[in-house]
């Protein structure tokens, strides 16, 4: 039976606090209390899960079977997620054959020999940008900060732990809120194996943003590790948009300390292979853990995502929620989300989710929710997953009011993606929108940008010359009008002398005129340009952004009274 290997967490830690992950096996075993607080409640020959009835049930190891932490029934070696090997030993994790679990669904030809190859190529180059109270380093691989807070769970995340010769290193430190988001910008211009491994440490009641932008070409085996300090707040956003030849692993691990707050989102778009394993670890109480997860798979293209959210100490919380859209001929997305309440963990608040759009015929993909309790004493423990097609019913509706088709597939994506998209918080690094479906896709809808604010309506396209749509936002009517010289405009559709719209009516030059009593509409300003209306129409903010007309209509320019919602 091969060893497991644990994480050392701190040499010494306050009670409450977990100083090795091995410690937990010996502190939970049904029936003993994990407390102080709890002896007095302890009975004789009961556990947490109910009255022990069973004669047989002695403990004893069985046809060679490992007992497992949560009681006497033995399991099969490493079943429980918290008993899988870990260690910077190459030579502890066997060759790859697809048949492990953590890789049944990975296409190991297609990892360019990741797992098998010595991992000499030139790493994607590290440019740092933003906050300028945050440290940043660039060390060799002695330095001693470099593994103290992950620690390699497979193949290939040890395999880059041995080969890489640099690391970059980026401190927020004690005390400090971040005067910027910290830009990470990972280049890569080279198809040859390569390693790659970052350090990023929040320390005590910091503050920051980090973001980690993936773009070029490159095969990457590539470890993050993070340590997210006592009471500090970290965000980490791992964008990964590379070209279409470039294949990704890469191993997120992260040690939330006590009364944390850590926020890590996934952006994953380009790539041939891109397959990335975040994990949380909680080390002491009272820290709250958030992971977000957005996708978007084409043709041929290979997204997987593996999480871990590891309750090792009690009273934490954790909420999960990955979403993904795919289409095309072999499109694959994988999404595995494992949750383990250890027996120590009292108290633990947690829920994941998962949710997959399928756009065509052709694409797949895989949603493995994976929940492991220890304890009955907690909060609330859930988890959900869901695969369904693209609904025409939503296509109908949207069309029916007068929107594209073009436009309404994309708005239908775009409300599916938004809870997770509303999470991205941070501009673009290079300035540039980060599109549904990457590089291989820069028609489609930016997803993140500098600019554009409010609803995407429609391309630029869709509207012809002296063309008024009308459309409704929240339920609100508003119209879309080309001008003679193709100059767009958005107003209220309604004409404010009657409970008429003006998309019915004809467009000339720069006004739009309303046929129920020929009161024209200057496009720019809103006013009427003759009776019987004397009152101006609302002008709403538009941003034209890559081809895509936005229109924000909680922003009016003319002065005119804005819409009420209720």
């Known amino acids: 039976m091969a060893e497991t290997t644990h994480t050392e967490i701190s040499p010494a830690a306050p009670e409450g606090e977990v100083t090795d992950l091995g410690d937990l096996d010996e502190k939970a075993r049904l029936g003993a209390p994990s407390g102080a607080a709890d002896r007095s409640t302890a009975i004789d020959g009961f556990t947490e899960e109910g009255e022990s009835l069973s004669a047989r049930n002695t403990g004893s190891e069985q046809l060679g079977l490992?007992?497992?932490?949560?009681?006497?029934?033995p399991v099969v070696?490493?079943?429980?997620?918290g008993e899988r090997r870990r260690s910077f030993d190459l030579a502890d994790f066997p060759a790859l054959t697809g048949l492990e679990e953590d890789w049944?669904?990975?296409?190991?030809?297609?990892?360019?020999?990741?797992?098998?190859?010595?991992?000499?190529?030139?790493?994607?180059?590290?440019?740092?940008?933003?906050?300028?109270?945050?440290?940043v380093e660039t060390v060799d691989r002695s330095d001693a900060r470099l593994g103290s807070a992950a620690t390699p769970e497979d193949r290939v995340s040890a395999a880059a732990w041995n080969a890489f010769s640099e690391a970059t290193v980026i401190t927020i430190p004690k005390e400090t809120v971040a005067d910027g988001e910290v830009m990470v910008s990972i280049t890569g211009s080279a198809s040859e194996v390569a390693a790659q491994h970052l350090h990023i440490h929040a320390e005590a009641f910091s503050r920051a943003v980090v973001v980690l932008d993936h773009s070029g070409?490159?095969?990457?085996?590539?470890n993050v590790e993070i340590v997210v300090g006592d009471g500090a707040e970290l965000t980490v956003v791992s964008v990964q948009e590379w070209d279409d030849d470039a294949v990704h692993v890469s191993s997120q691990q992260a040690k939330v300390g006590r009364d944390a707050r850590y926020k890590h989102v996934v952006v994953s778009l380009g790539g041939d292979l891109v397959r990335l394993t975040p994990s949380s670890i909680f080390t002491a109480t009272g820290a709250e853990v958030e992971m977000y997860g957005l996708y978007f798979a084409d043709a041929s293209q290979h997204l997987e995502q593996r999480l871990l959210v590891d309750h090792a100490v009690p009273n934490c919380k954790s909420r999960v929620t990955y979403k993904g859209a795919l289409q095309g001929d072999n499109a694959h997305t994988v999404w595995v989300g494992d949750v383990l309440i250890r027996k120590a963990a009292e108290g633990t608040d947690t829920y994941e989710t998962n949710r997959n759009l399928i756009l065509t015929d052709g694409a797949r993909s895989d949603s493995v929710p994976n929940l492991e309790i220890e304890t009955g004493l907690i909060e609330g423990a859930g988890h959900a997953s869901a695969t369904g097609r693209f609904d025409d019913e939503h296509l109908f509706y949207l069309m029916a009011r007068g929107i594209p088709e073009k436009a309404a597939r994309r708005l239908v994506v775009r409300g599916f993606l938004t809870e997770v998209i509303q999470q991205i918080k941070v501009p673009r690094p290079r300035g540039e929108a980060l599109r549904v479906g990457g590089a291989r896709a820069r028609g489609r809808e930016p997803l993140m940008a500098d600019g554009p604010r409010g609803e995407l309506i429609c391309d630029v396209g869709d509207i012809e010359v002296k063309q008024a749509l009308r459309v409704l936002i929240d339920d609100y009517p508003v119209v879309i009008v080309r001008d003679s010289d193709g100059e767009i405009h958005a107003l209220g559709d309604t004409c404010s002398h009657a409970d008429i719209s003006l998309s019915e009516g004809d467009v000339e030059g720069c006004a739009i005129e309303c046929w129920g009593h020929g009161s024209q509409f200057d496009l720019r300003s809103g006013q009427p340009l003759q009776l019987p209306a004397y009152e101006p129409v609302p002008v709403f903010a538009l941003e034209i952004h890559d081809g895509n007309v936005y229109v924000d209509i909680t922003t009016v320019t003319n002065g005119a009274p804005a819409p009420q919602f209720g």
């Open 77 to 81: 070696p490493e079943a429980s997620r």
């Open 104 to 135: 049944r669904f990975t296409p190991l030809k297609r990892l360019r020999g990741l797992h098998t190859d010595e991992l000499t190529g030139a790493a994607p180059a590290v440019e740092v940008t933003g906050a300028g109270n945050v440290t």
């Open 66 to 73: 490992k007992k497992h932490s949560h009681g006497n029934a």
């Open 217 to 222: 070409s490159a095969t990457l085996a590539q």
